[in-house]
Structures are given as C-alpha cells and as structure tokens.
C-alpha cells in the first residue's frame, strides 16, 4: 500500500542521547514535513522540505535537524535529547508545496527520561 | 500571530448531527482543511475550502466564510466510528499549514 512508513513506532530515549526518526514515502510527493503533536497543542512543524535537496526550519525546530538526500526519504534527527522532547512525532508529505491533502504517517511516539 | 480556533471537546448521540467550529487569524489565507484523527492514529484528510460557501461530501459537509474567518465542520447521520478528533488547519501565506489543537467529539448510543 503506498504511503508514508515511520520508524520505530515507539521509543524510550535516555535524556542527552541521540536518535534518529525514519520516515520514508513511495508516492514521489516532492514535499515532505515533520511535526510534533502534545495533548492541548495543534501539530506544530519543525522543518520541511519543499523538493529534494532543500530543508527549511518550521515553527519548533531547536533541538532537531532534518536532511533529504532525496526524494523518498526525510529523516529528523535530535542530537542530544531533553524531556521537553517527549511527543508524538509525525511525518507527512504533500505532492508538492502548497497542494491539500497531506499524507500522514502513523506516528513515532517518544518519550525522553 | 496566528490563532485557530476550536472547541476543546463535543458529545453527541449516535444518528444526530452535530457542527464543528472553528475561526482562525492567520496571516494570509491559502485554504482551509478539515482533518479526522482518531484515537493513536494519524490525521486523515475530509475536506478543504479555499472559496466562500458549502461543500458537501457524503455525511461530511464544510463551510467557509473567510470575511468571518470561520469555517464549520457538520457531521449528520452520526455514527459510532465517528467518534474522532476532529482537527481545523489553514494553509498561511507561506502555504505551511496553521493547525488548531483540535474537537474531540463523543459519540454515545
């Protein structure tokens, strides 16, 4: 079925230690986003890519880094992890910038101790 | 900044109808969407608005009315597997989309 594949679903991560989301997509959308979901808060963006080879910071992005080597794939990363970093992480992608009908991945949730 | 509004939580009962609002002040308006999430899911798409008006699909309708900055959400016929939160986004002038925190709506039999 295509769509978005995140992993690992679920992860305890030792506060200062790094982790990496995968997140990959077989529907060769161009644009691609990671957002972060907490209890009361709408899903806020941490970084985006509009295509290939470009990233950009969204509303939250201290704290993690993103690359797009290519299309499929859009990995974040938290160098050094702190308890303020517990949440559901999910990725999504659009066929390109501006197009409705984002596609949601299911979900890392994270939990930092 | 930029704000989107909507209730926190809603009960209804199964078979009724029930309406979703949401207002927003976002800067720039490039459309309005309507997101289903239910319980440890992924949000998935229901409907997008970009001009003024009513679009129906199915039992899901939506309606905009930028001048108002509000859009509502109506459910009819409610079922069961309804029950979800119901999540209001606008896409802002950047064409990053502004989410509100989300309806949760109950569905009791």
């Known amino acids: 079925t295509a769509g978005i594949t995140q992993a690992p679903t679920s992860q305890i991560l030792a506060a200062g230690r790094s982790m990496t989301l995968r997140c990959t997509q077989d529907?060769?959308?161009?644009?691609m986003y990671w957002y972060r979901q907490d209890l009361g808060l709408g899903l806020r963006l941490i970084h985006y890519?509009?295509?290939?080879?470009?990233?950009g910071k969204g509303e939250v992005p201290d704290g993690y880094s993103v690359s797009r080597a290519n299309t499929d794939d859009f990995p974040l990363t938290l160098a050094s992890a702190v308890p303020s970093q517990t949440s559901v992480y999910f990725c999504?992608?659009?066929?390109?910038?501006?197009?409705?009908?984002?596609?949601f991945g299911s979900g890392t949730r994270l939990t930092v101790v | 900044g930029q704000n989107i509004d909507q209730p926190t939580e809603m009960t209804a009962t199964e078979g009724a109808i029930v309406q979703i609002n949401c207002t927003y002040q976002?800067?720039?308006?490039?459309?309005l969407f309507w997101y289903q999430q239910h319980a440890g899911e992924a949000p998935t798409f229901l409907s997008y608005?970009?001009l003024d008006g009513l679009e129906e699909k199915g039992r899901f309708s939506s309606f905009l009315s930028r001048s108002k900055g509000y859009s509502y959400l109506l459910l009819k016929e409610l079922q069961m597997k309804d029950s979800a939160s119901y999540l209001c986004?606008?896409?802002?002038?950047?064409?990053?989309?502004?989410w509100g925190a989300g309806t949760k709506l109950i569905i009791k039999p």
């Open positions: 999504a992608s659009s066929v390109q910038t501006g197009s409705y009908g984002y596609t």
């Open positions: 529907m060769r959308h161009n644009a």
């Open positions: 890519s509009n295509t290939a080879g470009t990233t």
């Open positions: 976002t800067s720039g308006f490039n459309g």
């Open positions: 608005n970009v």
């Open positions: 986004a606008v896409m802002d002038s950047n064409y990053q989309l502004i």
